[in-house]
């Protein structure tokens, strides 16, 4: 292949990348529109100290927000509410989440973990509940409390050891339908692995998860918050629905984006381990993964030097951007072409690595500390 048919090759690639980057940036604008969500525009303008993600973008949008800024300037108490399946060890997309929930910590909430270790077995992500179980003490738990969360505002609780979960899911069944199931879902298509227990899961225990902060034995009625991507929002409509029901404080969201795999293609994931940097990865793996990493970069350093990289759809511009605080304006530096992508990924390896070996280097006294974490909250109200 000639000089010529290079740059064409080049001109060719940059052009689809481009065209991906556009296609992105207007799901994410849809998503606003089609359902009614506002930008955080405001929040960032008036907030004293928005969290990195909020001015980044990342964190792109929310729904009633303004309830929770309303509990915060009346000093009342809140709470935010976020999931997890261990499926795997977390990764960077979820390092990415706890980021903002360590951000909301400091903003005064409560922070409600929820280990779904019984969601990876009912949906086949874990052979066995015993498994799935294995995974949120050994790996999950202790990587949550080394990124530096307060025991005292922190409350994590593994499904299958917080059996009180239940008799929430029970009680809060009450109060919703099949039908309103079926609507927000989409059940009844016999999808793949859609069965009973998926059902009850979906329709109540995950509605347990999210109103629990609101039951009397953590305050009652309050300002809650999930911090979800935007393929989450029928769980935030049916929380919704039935927090009325119950006279409870209709939850808030924030929608965050998520964080691309490693090779360009899907967000990154436990199900895809090549694609993802494991907070348990070792120093030597994550080199090898993130040397081997799709770029937004082109096949020709001369064109890329003229007309830039296509950093948005680019994994490492991304996980550089929004875990790392580079010494330079990272996103003018690839848009003009004045870093090449070898270049920033030799940075990103510096920048990973120290990440990984620091984090690492405090797991096993997190496994010491798992206890001061546990919730272990009797609820009797609905009994």
């Not at 960077?92 to 005064?108: A, N, R, V, Y």
């Not at 899907?266 to 799709?294: C, N, P, Q, V, W």
């Amino acid at each position: 292949m000639d000089q010529s048919e290079l740059e064409e090759k080049a001109r060719e690639n940059f052009e689809t990348k481009k065209s991906i980057s556009a296609e992105e940036n207007s799901y994410y604008e849809a998503k606003i529109e089609t359902m009614g969500l506002k930008t955080l525009e405001r929040l960032i303008q008036f907030h004293p100290n928005p969290s990195k993600l909020m001015k980044k973008g990342v964190t792109f949008a929310h729904q009633d927000l303004e309830t929770v800024v309303e509990a915060i300037g009346r000093n009342k108490p809140w709470s935010v509410i976020c999931g997890l399946n261990p499926s795997g060890p977390l990764h960077l997309g979820h390092k990415m989440i706890f980021d903002e929930l360590l951000w909301l910590q400091q903003q005064g909430a409560e922070v409600y973990i929820p280990i779904t270790n019984d969601e990876s077995y009912v949906v086949g992500k874990s052979p066995t509940l015993a498994d799935s179980r294995r995974i949120a003490y050994d790996s999950v738990i202790p990587s949550i409390i080394a990124m530096g969360f307060d025991s005292k505002k922190t409350h994590i609780y593994v499904m299958s050891d917080y059996p009180e979960i239940y008799n929430v899911a029970m009680d809060l069944s009450k109060h919703t339908n099949l039908n309103r199931i079926f609507g927000v879902f989409g059940f009844g298509k016999d999808e793949v692995g859609e069965n009973p227990g998926t059902l009850f899961y979906r329709g109540a225990v995950q509605l347990a998860q999210i109103l629990l902060p609101q039951f009397e034995e953590f305050g009652g009625p309050q300002a809650t918050l999930i911090n979800v991507g935007v393929d989450q929002y029928p769980y935030l409509l049916l929380s919704r629905d039935v927090a009325r029901k119950k006279g409870f404080v209709p939850p808030s969201a924030i929608f965050t984006k998520f964080l691309p795999g490693l090779s360009g293609t899907g967000k990154m994931t436990s199900s895809r381990i090549k694609s993802s940097i494991f907070l348990t990865d070792s120093l030597k793996d994550a080199e090898k993964k993130l040397k081997k990493a799709y770029t937004g970069g082109s096949i020709l350093a001369d064109f890329q030097r003229e007309n830039g990289g296509v950093f948005d759809i680019c994994p490492i511009y991304n996980l550089r951007a929004n875990h790392f605080e580079p010494e330079y304006d990272l996103k003018d530096r690839c848009s003009s072409g004045d870093l090449l992508c070898g270049y920033c990924k030799k940075d990103a390896i510096t920048e990973v690595l120290q990440y990984l070996s620091e984090h690492q280097a405090k797991l096993e006294d997190a496994k010491s500390r798992i206890d001061e974490y546990l919730l272990k909250t009797p609820i009797r109200s609905i009994l």
